[in-house]
């Protein structure tokens, strides 16, 4: 039940118009950024983070995470529109969002990529608020030999990732 009061002493601090504002305008600053093919979420919080230098931490929080959010969301409109996915996680997104596009549907297209963004990402965040304590546990019995066989898995899906073996 502890993890349940944290989530709502979080929610409250949230919703605060000030940080309702912040979010708002993280959200809108990272689409706007998330927009230009090859930009995605990282580099656009790199470019962004400035911004957050003058404002009470939480509030830099709130904002990183709507810049986030919104370069995620970003490249999925160039997917849409134009058949060119910025990242690959909006590659999914051109395959049928381009489709609907051609056949003059882009904005229910564009639609469905916000509301499924949305969702994905508050399940996400629920999931890692629930699991997080868990994992805790599981990765402070990691020892060096844990470590060294994680970086080799990741070493080696990537490589079998780029040449298309997977």
Same mark, same amino acid.
Do not use: K
């Given at each position: ?23 708002? !305008?993280?959200? +809108?600053? *990272?689409?706007?950024? &998330?927009?230009?093919? @090859?930009?995605?979420? $990282? /580099?656009?919080?790199?470019? =962004? ?11 830099? !929080?709130?904002? +990183?995470? *709507?810049?986030?959010? &919104?370069?995620?969301? @970003?490249?999925?409109? $160039? /997917?849409?529109?134009?058949? =060119? ?82």
């Amino acid at each position: 039940m502890d993890i349940f009061s944290h989530l709502l002493l979080g929610v409250e601090v949230a919703f605060t118009p000030v940080n309702i504002f912040y979010c708002f !305008l993280g959200a +809108l600053l *990272g689409t706007l950024v &998330g927009v230009l093919p @090859g930009l995605g979420p $990282t /580099a656009t919080i790199a470019m =962004l983070l400035p911004l957050t230098f003058s404002i009470e931490p939480s509030s830099a !929080l709130i904002m +990183l995470a *709507g810049i986030y959010y &919104g370069a995620q969301y @970003g490249g999925s409109t $160039t /997917a849409i529109l134009v058949n =060119l996915p910025g990242e690959a996680s909006a590659a999914v997104t051109a395959i049928d969002g381009y489709r609907m596009a051609q056949q003059g549907r882009a904005g229910p297209a564009l639609a469905i990529a916000a509301i499924g963004s949305f969702f994905a990402g508050s399940v996400a965040t629920l999931l890692v608020a629930l699991f997080g304590p868990l994992l805790i546990l599981i990765a402070q019995q990691f020892s060096p030999a844990e470590y060294f066989s994680l970086i080799v898995l990741g070493l080696i899906s990537s490589i079998a990732l780029a040449h298309g073996q997977c």
